[in-house]
C-alpha cells in the first residue's frame, strides 16, 4: 500500500534557511519559499472518483505520492543516509520483472493503475515519485531535449513517432495536456 514518509523536521529546517542563504546572495533567484519534499504531493483531483473509490483515497493528496522536481531524501526520517539503495532503486520487481519501477505515463491514474497490486498490497508499504516532463514545442526538430527511451517502459497511449517528446506533434490528441510523467516506486524502508 501507498504510505507517506514521515518529515524529518531539522533538515527540512536546514534546507529551508540554506535557500534562504542562497537567496539573499543572489544565487537562487526564484522570490518564493522554500518548499520541503512532503509538501510536494499529487493530488486526488487527477483522478476519475471511481479509481480513487476503489483504490481507498479520500480526496486530496494521494498518500505516498510525491512529485520529484529536487526530491530531498535526507527530509524523510526514513533515509538517514540520503538515497535509497540500488536495490531499492532498481531491483524491486527482480528477478523476474514483471513490470518495471519506472517509467513514462500519460497521466497519474495510468500510474495507479500500472501499480494497483501495489496499491493494495497490506504487508508492504510503498512510496512513488512522479515528475512531470513539458514539451517544448520550440525546439521541435533542433534535437535535443526530452527522449522517450531512457526512462523505462512507457505505460502511456499517445501515438509517439519520434524519439524526442519535442518533436512530437500532438495537437489534435485531446489527452495530451503539454507533458508526459516520468514515475518511481519504491519500497518503504523497513
Known amino acids: 500500500m501507498l504510505k507517506d514518509l514521515t518529515p524529518n523536521w531539522e533538515e527540512i529546517k536546514k534546507n529551508s534557511l540554506r535557500w534562504k542563504e542562497l537567496q539573499d546572495q543572489g544565487i537562487i533567484t526564484a522570490d518564493y519559499e522554500y518548499l520541503p519534499s512532503y509538501k510536494r504531493r499529487v493530488n486526488t483531483d487527477n483522478i476519475p472518483e471511481t479509481s480513487r473509490l476503489l483504490l481507498g483515497f479520500e480526496k486530496g493528496d494521494i498518500p505516498g505520492m510525491y512529485v520529484e522536481v ?14 535509497p539503495s540500488y536495490e531499492d532503486e532498481f531491483k524491486l520487481f527482480a ?11 500519460d497521466n497519474v491514474q495510468q500510474v495507479l493503475d500500472y501499480f494497483f497490486e501495489e496499491c ?5 508499504n510503498y512510496f512513488i515519485l512522479m515528475m512531470p516532463v513539458k514539451q517544448n514545442k520550440e525546439n521541435k526538430g533542433k534535437g535535443g531535449g526530452w527522449r522517450w527511451h531512457k526512462w523505462g517502459e512507457y505505460i502511456g497511449k499517445l501515438p509517439r513517432k519520434y524519439e ?27
Open 70 to 83: 529536487n526530491f530531498r531524501f535526507d527530509e524523510f526520517v526514513e533515509y538517514p543516509d540520503y538515497r
Open 164 to 190: 524526442y517528446l519535442d518533436d512530437e506533434d500532438f495537437d489534435n490528441v485531446e489527452e495530451f495536456p503539454g507533458y508526459v510523467i516520468c514515475f518511481h516506486i519504491y519500497p518503504f524502508p523497513s
Open 120 to 124: 493494495q498490497d497490506l504487508d508492504k
Open 95 to 105: 528477478p523476474h520483472y514483471k513490470k518495471e519501477q519506472f517509467g513514462v505515463a
